[in-house]
């Protein structure tokens, strides 16, 4: 099997996560939980991103940081492309309520681009350094160092006033609010969402720990790459 079509379902997959996330993060979470609304902390796209550190890890695995690393710059290169031509095409068969600007579709595939290099380049490093030391639980820092790093560029360049000069401003996102949607004290919207989506990252990869013991596994063999 030669390298391509071993590292095409890693990059698949990949694509899929980042591409429905950067859909989703337009969708704040709709309800309410007492006097906590739940728009005011979370978008839909931090249920699914978090998965994306689950497929860097198990490519790191199975094959070793020198191809994790190829499947994350394909996986981001092929993310992007799909993340500025796959939404018009879904609004325009009414897969989702609006379209979403040009402009603004670009500087959200910006702002994940960058988060996306940046963090998950940072899980390879992190997992590969921890399990050198023979440390057991390297996913799962790897992927706590990654999600900080991720969470703060992503919503930074994505929604913050500063990075404007990349696309326009969300109106929703921007709009002071109370900090978690409890606190008292003010602060963007897209604030809360940031500490929304980091602990929500937080969760789930201790949830993708089951998933990703299970698969590797059955990999008693891994394949050998170079470092």
Do not use: H
Not at 33 to 58: H, R
Request: charged share 10%; net charge positive; with cysteine.
């Amino acid at each position: 099997m030669n390298s391509g079509s071993r590292y095409l379902p890693f990059v698949a997959a990949m694509a899929i996560v980042v591409v429905a996330s950067n859909i989703l993060v337009q969708f704040p979470m709709q309800g309410q939980i007492g006097s906590l609304a739940l728009a005011d902390i979370l978008t839909w796209g931090a249920f699914t991103y978090p998965f994306s550190f689950l497929v860097t890890d198990l490519a790191n695995r199975r094959y070793g940081p020198k191809l994790a690393r190829r499947i994350v710059f394909v996986g981001f290169m092929t993310a992007v492309v799909c993340s500025i031509v796959i939404p018009p095409v879904l609004f325009r068969y009414g897969l989702i309520p609006f379209d979403t600007a040009a402009d603004r579709l670009a500087r959200i595939a910006v702002a994940s681009g960058a988060a996306f290099l940046t963090a998950q380049l940072l899980d390879v490093t992190v997992f590969n350094w921890l399990r050198r030391q023979s440390w057991w639980r390297a996913p799962i820092f790897g992927t706590l160092v990654g999600s900080v790093f991720d969470t703060a560029i992503f919503f930074g360049v994505a929604f913050a006033a500063a990075f404007a000069f990349l696309g326009p401003e969300d109106a929703f996102a921007i709009e002071p609010a109370p900090l978690f949607g409890i606190i008292a004290t003010e602060a963007p919207r897209w604030v809360s969402w940031a500490l929304g989506d980091l602990i929500l990252k937080l969760l789930i990869a201790v949830f993708a720990l089951i998933p990703y013991r299970l698969i590797a596994a059955r990999w008693s063999q891994p394949a050998m790459a170079a470092n």
